[in-house]
């Protein structure tokens, strides 16, 4: 196996381990997006609502509240919508690299 082969092997790694990388932050994301959807699914259900301000819990209007969670869940979509493009795009370049390396493989 020549050089440049063993150095896109190292960069097909490389490119999996950003992907996995990748994937973990935006599953992070996708939770933070269902707890803000069941947050706001409970908002309909109470009378009264409260916010953990660091370790005190204070009462809060309910629009207020909403308006600010909506706003948490449009930031989260636009990162999970970058998340992906950034995922489909370290895809295809890993895909490209792969099939570079299996051409030099079926040479040798």
């Known amino acids: 196996m020549d050089e440049e082969t063993?150095?896109?092997i190292t960069q097909l790694q490389n490119?999996?381990?950003n992907i996995n990388g990748l994937i973990a932050q935006k599953q992070q994301f996708q939770s933070q997006d269902?707890?803000?959807d069941n947050a706001l699914s409970q908002l309909d259900s109470g009378?009264?609502?409260f916010r953990i301000?660091?370790?005190i819990m204070v009462s809060s209007k309910k629009d207020k509240v909403r308006q600010e969670l909506?706003?948490?869940k449009e930031i989260i979509g636009l990162r999970l919508k970058s998340f992906d493009k950034q995922e489909e795009?370290?895809?295809d370049k890993?895909?490209?690299i792969q099939q570079e390396v299996m051409k030099e493989m079926k040479k040798e």
Request: proline share 0%.
């Open 15 to 17: 490119l999996e381990q």
């Open 89 to 91: 795009k370290l895809r």
């Open 53 to 55: 301000i660091g370790n």
């Open 70 to 72: 909506n706003e948490k």
């Open 47 to 49: 009378d009264k609502v």
């Open 6 to 8: 063993k150095e896109k």
């Open 94 to 96: 890993a895909a490209e």
């Open 34 to 36: 269902l707890e803000i």
